[in-house]
């Protein structure tokens, strides 16, 4: 059934849909080489890195702008 | 009970400041711009408290609508004709979104050829949309109308949007004497509005006009006409309990010595002021005809109506619009709808004055009815 | 700039990879914060986050139609004074085609009433949701599907629309361009926009990987490419005063920002020297 209005009373709810499952390329970023300079936090279109640096696989469309961004490389784009 | 003088638009404004809408956005346009104006007037002094928005144009006017009625606020506007047709986009969507608006409609006749005078081609056009519509015959109806509208539309049963509709000049620049209901009164009919269904809030974040792929769209529309099922129900309470507050009722139809009428008229608006006193001519010498008033148009009153003709041996159903290739909306909607034989007639298009001589020329018609729909006044090729 | 760590767009989005749109409202919706209601206009940015039955906003948000973001947003704005609630900051999202063309007389009106908003304009120059068509604010050389490239044709032969002075002339009292390359300028910007008491405008240059054609990753430095060449220039007028917020140390040519997009791809030397002298001329003016 629709809700009255087609109105979403969720917010947030495009969460149930994991566009993880889009990439081909997956980032992996090393935390060592980090300097926390929140380039890839700005920058990713999904905002799935927090600041932990911790990049949430669930709904990284494998887009590759994080990686460019980063200043000392440290993030690298590996085949799934 | 204090009966004051005025016009239609000034019937209406004073419903509007009785109401107390928030939000005000209106657009002027002929012969709907005295409302905007009396409206202005009354935020301009505190009467009625509200922000009124001059919007730049009636797409915008309800666009503003819409946005405020979606924050959770009454809201009214007012427009025309061309006004309403450049509405037409929003008005469905408004109807869509289950927004409790209530406009007023001054009926007028859409360009081209361009024409400022009256018929009611510009609401029935809209008559898809999902808006409830009423046609007022007189300053009163219009007024009460308004009020009841909003009781309506804002029922959680129903959240549709209503059209009241007067006629363009006849009612509008025209003066009734008319009883202004006391605040007092209204604001125990209709308390403050309080949204249940969606609107704008921070502390309750939802999403308003998403869009739908083919699995969702078609349950959206059927929940809205199941809804204007429901809302003639609502529509009998309200005016039920208006009439108990107020002493005025008001129905789906009104019959006018319709019931032991052998010929029977049915007709919306003004135009049936006339009528009737064509009728009371007619029965002075004997002849039994009737009116049935059709004042609700949407939701259609199909029983209503078809209980009030069934009796009749002639039927003539007069409109002023038509469409082409199958003639006038009203006589469709009936012929369609019931098994009835009756005949059609087009009048008054772009202000063309309707005189009692043609009501009494559409009776004989009716009496002998063409299969076509009858142009009635047209001018004849010299 | 401290980046606030809540996010008010939601992921699971159906953005592109690489989309520069949802990169701008997401910084955007961090600075102005949750008391915060958004209207969109039809177009990508609400197709994507609104697939019923979901959302990707985390606050109140509204769309109807096309070209009446502006309107809408003027009765939110309305509706909430009324409620009282004067502190709860309305943001308008809308595309180039629902800002400078279909949308531009909802915009002006509501300009010109004063209404207290912010309108945020994301600019990936052609009708994208839609695939790739010409607007307004496609830039001279452009090549869009109704602005193709062909013989007898380079592609869009008209320059942008400057929606920015559209709206300094109607007496904005904040109005900014910016880019989502620059985000640190861009927030400061909206910053300035939400304490404005009255309408405040940032156009906000946005590329577009799948309109401009390039790889998704490089999003941000094309952004950054339109800025150090001069062919996209950060300013703001507050009052009536024009600023510019950001000079490249070295100008770049131009042809380096164009030959890194396929829809400049079919442009000629000559065209491009054209641009060239065109960008030119505004930069010396502005000392950039």
């Known amino acids: 059934m629709v809700a009255i ?7 947030g709810s495009t969460r149930k849909n994991k566009t993880g499952s889009w990439r081909t390329f997956k980032p992996i970023l090393d935390k060592e ?11 990713c279109p999904e905002g799935c890195i927090d600041k932990n640096y911790d990049i949430d696989y669930d709904y990284c469309k494998g887009c590759g702008i994080c990686a460019e961004e980063c200043p000392v490389k440290a993030i690298k784009m590996e085949r799934e | 009970m204090v009966l004051k003088v005025m016009s239609s638009n000034q019937a209406i404004a004073e419903a509007v400041k009785l109401v107390k809408p928030k939000v005000i956005p209106v657009y002027p346009i002929t012969p709907q711009t005295t409302i905007s104006e009396y409206l202005a007037k009354y935020v301009a002094d505190g009467d009625i408290k509200a922000e009124y928005i001059r919007v730049e144009s009636e797409h915008s006017a309800i666009s503003a609508c819409l946005g405020a009625s979606g924050t959770g606020v009454r809201v009214f506007t007012a427009t025309s004709s061309q006004g309403l047709a450049l509405m037409h986009e929003i008005i469905f969507a408004a109807a869509g979104l289950r927004a409790p608006i209530v406009m007023a409609d001054a009926n007028r006749a859409l360009s081209a050829p361009l024409s400022i005078w009256n018929d009611q081609q510009d609401s029935i056009s809209e008559r898809d949309s999902g808006w409830m519509q009423i046609y007022a015959e007189n300053g009163q109806e219009a007024l009460d109308s308004v009020l009841m509208s909003y009781k309506v539309s804002e029922n959680k049963e129903v959240l549709l949007p209503t059209m009241v509709c007067i006629d363009g000049f006849i009612l509008t620049h025209t003066v009734d004497p ?15 509005y309080n949204p249940e269904h969606a609107y704008l809030d921070p502390e309750r974040p939802m999403s308003i006009g998403t869009f739908t792929d083919p699995d ?12 204007m099922e429901k809302a003639k129900t609502v529509i009998s309470d309200v005016s039920q309990e208006f009439a108990e507050t107020f002493g005025r009722k008001y129905e789906f139809i009104e019959k006018y010595r319709s019931e032991d009428a052998d010929t029977i008229l049915i007709a919306m608006g003004s135009i049936c002021s006339t009528i009737k006193d064509v009728i009371d001519e007619l029965r002075e010498g004997g002849e039994k005809v009737g009116l049935v008033r059709v004042r609700v148009f949407r939701p259609f009153p199909v029983e209503e109506i078809y209980e009030a003709i069934k009796g009749a041996s002639h039927v003539g159903v007069i409109d002023k619009n038509f469409s082409f290739s199958i003639g006038g909306v009203l006589h469709n909607n009936i012929k369609s709808m019931m098994d009835v ?4 007639f087009i009048v008054g298009l772009g202000g063309r004055d309707i005189k009692p001589s043609h009501i009494k020329e559409i009776v004989e018609k009716t009496k002998n009815p063409s299969n076509k729909p009858l142009w009635i006044g047209l001018k004849e090729e010299q | 700039m401290e980046l606030p760590e809540k996010e008010f767009l939601a992921p699971g989005h159906r953005a592109c ?57 003027s009765g939110v704005e309305s509706a909430l004074k009324a409620q009282g609630k004067t502190d709860t900051t309305v943001v308008v999202f809308g595309g180039d085609g629902g800002t400078a063309d279909i949308g531009l007389q909802a915009l002006s009106g509501a300009m010109e009433r004063g209404h207290n908003l912010i309108y945020i304009c994301y600019d990936n120059e052609a009708y994208m949701n839609t695939g790739i068509q010409r607007s307004g604010s496609t830039p001279y050389g452009a090549s869009t599907t109704t602005s193709p490239h062909g013989k007898e044709s380079f592609g869009e032969d008209k320059p942008k629309k400057n929606m920015p002075m559209i709206m300094a002339a109607h007496g904005v009292p904040y109005v ?28 906000l ?16 430095e094309l952004g950054r490419l339109a800025v150090e060449t001069g062919s996209w220039i950060l300013y703001e007028i507050e009052e009536g005063e024009f600023k510019v917020t950001y000079r490249p140390i070295q100008r770049k040519m131009v042809s380096e920002y164009l030959n890194a997009q396929k829809r400049f791809k079919h442009l000629s030397d000559i065209e491009k020297e054209k641009i060239q002298s065109h960008v030119d001329a505004i930069c010396v003016e502005l000392k950039i």
């Open chain 1, 5 to 11: 209005g087609a109105a979403v009373k969720e917010p």
């Open chain 1, 33 to 43: 080489t980090c300097i926390e300079c929140e380039n890839c936090v700005m920058f």
């Open chain 2, 178 to 192: 008319v009883d202004v209901p006391e605040q007092e009164e209204i604001d125990k009919f209709l308390p403050d």
């Open chain 2, 216 to 227: 969702y769209y078609m349950e959206a529309r059927h929940d809205m006409e199941v809804a």
């Open chain 2, 341 to 344: 034989n009756a005949a059609g």
């Open chain 3, 17 to 73: 990879a690489g989309c520069g749109a949802t990169i701008g409202v997401r910084l955007a919706l961090k600075v102005l914060g949750e008391n915060t209601v958004a209207v969109s206009a039809t177009g990508c940015l609400e197709v994507i986050t609104t697939p019923y039955p979901e959302t990707a906003w985390e606050i109140p948000w509204m769309h109807v139609a096309f070209e009446n973001a502006a309107a809408v947003a």
């Open chain 3, 176 to 203: 900014a361009t910016a880019s989502i390359s620059y985000p640190e300028d861009f927030m400061k910007k909206v910053k300035k926009a939400a304490e404005v008491d009255g309408p405040a405008y940032i156009h």
């Open chain 3, 205 to 220: 240059q946005q590329p577009c990987t799948t309109g401009w054609g390039y790889s998704p990753a490089k999003t941000i």
